[in-house]
Nanobody, 120 residues
Framework: QVRLVESGGGLVQAGDSLRLSCAAS????????TGWFRQAPGKEREFVAD????????TYGDSVKGRFTISRDNSKNTVWLQMNSLKPEDTAVYYC?????????????WGQGTQVTVSS
């Protein structure tokens, strides 16, 4: 079993930056795509970004393009989400997930989430 643990969330002001981390432990599965999703109260889960195992492919949601950057270091079993120019609408619980297929996130591994709150 793969365990994913998010960290780095917190309360910040609009315009600030935060870096979220997703640390993987347990059975290591190669070739995993790792992604970040978020869910705000009363809203559906939203795709934020993902990155391929080799870091050669990244994808971003429209609402975060140009502000967020995803990266990974497989030697540290860690994926990061650098969030710049944060807005109040970025407030949500952020989840890390791992999958072998971008079309099948629900069958992958998920973390417990970390809260990000952006005040105006």
């Amino acid at each position: 079993q793969v365990r994913l643990v998010e960290s780095g969330g917190g309360l910040v002001q609009a315009g600030d930056s935060l870096r979220l981390s997703c640390a993987a432990s347990g059975r290591q599965v190669r070739w995993y795509i790792t992604g970040w999703f978020r869910q705000a109260p009363g809203k559906e889960r939203e795709f934020v970004a993902d990155i391929s195992w080799t870091s050669t492919s990244t994808t971003y949601g429209d609402s975060v393009k140009g502000r967020f950057t995803i990266s990974r270091d497989n030697s540290k079993n860690t994926v990061w989400l650098q969030m710049n120019s944060l807005k109040p609408e970025d407030t949500a619980v952020y989840y890390c997930a791992g999958t072998t297929s971008r079309s099948n996130w629900n069958s992958g591994f998920w973390g417990q989430g970390t809260q990000v709150t952006v005040s105006s």
